[in-house]
């Protein structure tokens, strides 16, 4: 995240994955970033003209920080502790962020329908798959990553990969996600994948189905008569 007089918060930077999720113009959108970390999506939104983010984390430790570089930035970012497993979203965003989390939850397929559910226009997911950098993890030869990457598969490891911080024990193929968002739900028009430039995994950005015009024919010609 840059910061005023040349500065800048450490890690990685995620401005091409910003690039990639967010139009240039996003006036008077809302956008609710789920696992916000220091909230760096939640300032590039409102950079952009959004009214209203939201960053939500189970972590407080990262959402003090968050809330801190918002006062420097002079951005007016709203920063919660939140738990997706635990608690409904009460409210709908027209932007629903899901990054690189999915994948460490211990039921995804529940969050999933959760984040749908209140998603005015588009849901945004960073999945883990069976990429470079996940199937050395998983121990899969070239031939089984190859195999499982083409197939809509949900693959649950046997004990998890875990790191200092976090346990990962999904991954999930980006034609298992429009199967579930575009098929199952019926609730999305269209889900474009593309690789992440984030650990070698992809994005998905699902569309909700929009009804542009609605003829309603009713009385004896609607009923057959």
Known sequence: IDLPYGLATGGTDRSPTARTIFPDDMTGKTVLDLGCKFGFFCFEALKRGAKRAVGVDVDPYSLERARRLADCLGLDATFERYDIEQEPIRERFDYVLCLNLLHHLRNPLTALERLAAVTDERLILESATMGRHDRQRLQLSPFETLVLRRRPILY???????????VQKFFITPTAIENLLRYQSNAFARVDSQ?????DRYISVAHRRRIGELVVVAGATGSGS
Do not use: C, M, V
């Open 156 to 166: 649950a490891s046997r004990n998890g990969t875990s790191d200092r911080r976090n």
């Open 195 to 199: 690789p992440s430039d984030h650990k």
